[in-house]
């Protein structure tokens, strides 16, 4: 059974930086891929970036310049490194897998087989 676990949201100034963590277990990961979403309260899921098993990447075409995916295979941790904060940026965020198939790396969000209990950050001057 995949577990995974977020760490490292909190509260930051517009502007700041947070680096985001997430470890997982129970998952090899060898397809499909890895990646995150957030939700901010009344709003939908939005796919924000994404990684494959040979380190490709994605990441929504509106936060690119400022959010970067990542990934240690030897802590099985995946990373969201994200810059230059602003308001709109507040949310629960989510590190989810895709097993078999690789629909978050184009930000769709409706083929995730599990994700974890999400990270709050939260943007506010």
């Known amino acids: 059974q995949v577990q995974l676990m977020e760490t490292g949201g909190g509260s930051v100034q517009p502007g700041g930086s947070l680096r985001l963590s997430c470890t997982f277990s129970?998952?090899?990961?060898?397809?499909?891929?890895m990646g995150w979403f957030r939700q901010a309260p009344g709003k939908e899921r939005e796919g924000i970036a994404a990684?494959?098993?040979?380190?490709?990447?994605s990441v929504a075409h509106s936060l690119k310049k400022r959010f970067t995916i990542s990934k240690d295979d030897a802590k099985n941790t995946l990373y969201l490194q994200m810059n230059n904060l602003q308001p709109e940026d507040t949310a629960m965020y989510y590190c989810?897998?895709?097993?078999?198939?690789?629909?978050?790396?184009?930000?769709?969000?409706?083929?995730?087989?599990?994700w974890g209990q999400g990270t709050l950050v939260t943007v506010a001057s």
């Open positions: 129970g998952y090899n990961f060898i397809t499909g891929c």
């Open positions: 990684i494959d098993p040979d380190d490709a990447t």
């Open positions: 989810a897998v895709e097993k078999n198939s690789r629909f978050l790396m184009v930000m769709r969000t409706n083929n995730l087989d599990a």
